[in-house]
């Protein structure tokens, strides 16, 4: 084999080393680019918009612009929990159609802002063609535990949520 062609097999994670905010749903641990993060706050009213998937709680007023509220336990078919002090939103930036749009995900509670090194970020495993993985980003090997990073964007790329959120 040419150096070409090993470099083109080679996984792609090391381009995916950066800064991730953390956060929990339930005992697993979750990973996103932080530079798709606007902000995080409290839980606050949510109004819910009829016929919309069971994972799209609503929308809220944030300082006068209508946000999307996704629910990520629901979206991952996770059981659902009682909301907590620590239950927070954390508005991500999507990109949708060329254009950037601003969408809300319901969280357990926000962990930190860790700095994750490409060489330790492996490609997500292999579940067959039944399951899609798609919107796994990588998977971060920080000592003995696990992070599995999301691409924001295929998370929350859902024909519904898009109805929504355009």
Same mark, same amino acid.
């Given at each position: 084999?040419? +150096? &070409? %062609?090993? $470099? ?6 090391? &381009?995916? *080393?950066?800064?991730?905010? +953390?956060? /929990? ?20 009213? @949510?109004?819910?918009? #009829?016929? +919309? #998937? #069971?994972?799209?709680? *609503?929308?809220?007023? $944030? ?10 336990? /629901?979206?991952?078919?996770? &059981? ?5 002090? &620590? ?6 930036? @999507?990109?949708? /159609? ?5 969408? *809300? ?15 330790? @970020?492996?490609? #997500?495993? =292999?579940?067959? =063609? ?16 696990? !992070? ?5 964007? !295929?998370?929350?790329?859902?024909? %519904? /949520? ?5």
């Amino acid at each position: 084999m040419h +150096t &070409q %062609e090993v $470099l083109e097999q080679r996984p792609r994670t090391r &381009q995916r *080393g950066g800064k991730y905010l +953390t956060f /929990a749903l339930g005992k697993e641990e979750f990973g996103l680019e932080i530079l798709k993060v606007r902000e995080i706050f409290g839980c606050m009213e @949510i109004t819910s918009i #009829p016929r +919309t #998937p #069971p994972y799209v709680m *609503g929308v809220i007023n $944030l300082r006068g612009q209508v946000i999307a509220v996704v629910d990520l336990r /629901a979206k991952f078919d996770m &059981q659902t929990a009682e909301r907590t002090e &620590q239950t927070c939103i954390i508005v991500v930036e @999507i990109s949708r /159609a060329g254009r950037k749009v601003c969408t *809300g995900i319901i969280v357990d509670h926000v962990s930190e802002v860790l700095d994750v090194p490409g060489d330790k @970020i492996e490609d #997500p495993p =292999s579940f067959g =063609s039944l399951v899609d993985s798609d919107f796994i980003l990588g998977m971060g090997k920080l000592g003995d535990s696990v !992070k599995i990073l999301l691409d924001i964007d !295929k998370v929350l790329d859902g024909e %519904e /949520a898009a109805a929504l959120i355009n």
